[in-house]
């Protein structure tokens, strides 16, 4: 046994006490459909996908919000636990696909380009066509050029003059019966050119709601800037909107079908080979 010092007085150990030891928490794999708790703000949903900020929950209805992955902060069958990455199952046998669906091709250099184009009609279609097809474009090589607003659509047609071994594609949202679109769309009837679109009056409507984290698009009224409109009703800034839905988008099925069938028509018909005359 330690002699007590005679010279200790009630002041020489720690005033507090033991220091107070921080509290740990076993760990949990947030694994895709994980039903969890966030305790911080009582958000209660299932793990949607992990992005590199945190991890990205989804609520009953169907909203989804990023939440960082800090210790403790969850709660999975009443058990607070830390969220953390489930490791990466990784197949041999599994062949791999691009974020279109389609399978990868492995070490594919890619192809030279095509005669045959795909137009779209600004910055923000570019950037998604390329996010989803990205790879099947490179491998077929077609490339993707921007038309930045189609009134000059038949002009653009005129100049590319198209035919059997350079076919034309063209991407154009809002084109439904009557509108804009759709008439300049027929003024450009070509046999070597094919117009598809979607019935929105953005492409930024192309992306699931729910991908983005909103209950849904909100109407914006004839006259007013849809875009502007849109960040208005959802309290969000204009300059980070696009960056944030495009980041959210991880393949195909982050959009709507118009769009995907709109895109996979245009890729297959300037990829149809030419039939040489019998």
């Known amino acids: 046994m330690t002699p007590r010092d005679p010279w200790a ?33 009582g958000f ?3 793990v949607a996908r992990w992005e590199r900020d945190g991890v990205v929950l989804r609520g009953a209805s169907g909203l989804e919000r990023i939440f960082l992955a800090t210790p403790g902060g969850f709660d999975v069958e009443g058990r607070a636990v830390t969220l953390v990455r489930p490791p990466v199952a990784r197949s041999a046998a599994a062949p791999a696909v691009t974020a279109s669906g389609s399978l990868a091709v492995a070490a594919q250099r ?6 045959g184009r795909i137009l779209v009609e600004g910055i923000h279609d570019a950037e998604l066509v390329e996010r989803v097809w990205g790879d099947d474009l490179r491998v077929e090589g077609v490339v993707v050029e921007r038309l930045d607003g189609i009134d000059g659509l038949a002009r653009v047609v005129a100049t590319f003059g198209p035919g059997p071994g350079a076919r034309l594609g ?9 509108s804009k679109e759709a008439r300049l769309a027929a003024d450009v009837a070509h046999p070597h050119v094919l117009v598809t679109g979607t019935p929105f009056v953005d492409v930024w409507q192309a992306v699931k709601p729910a991908v983005v984290g909103i209950p849904g698009w909100p109407a914006v009224p004839i006259g007013e800037d849809w875009k502007t409109g849109v960040c208005a009703r959802l309290h ?7 960056p944030r839905i495009l980041a959210a988008v991880r393949s195909y099925a982050d959009l709507e079908p118009p769009l995907v069938g709109a895109v996979e028509r245009l890729i297959d018909f300037v990829t149809e080979p030419v039939t040489e005359p019998g």
């Open 170 to 178: 063209v991407l154009v949202d809002h084109l439904v019966p009557g």
């Open 9 to 41: 007085g009630i002041l020489s150990g720690p005033i507090d006490g033991p220091a107070r030891l921080r509290a740990t928490y076993p760990e949990a794999p947030g694994k895709p459909g994980l039903p969890v708790r966030h305790r911080g703000s």
């Open 110 to 115: 890619a192809r030279v380009a095509r005669a």
């Open 44 to 46: 209660t949903g299932t």
């Open 236 to 242: 969000l800034d204009p300059a980070t909107m696009w």
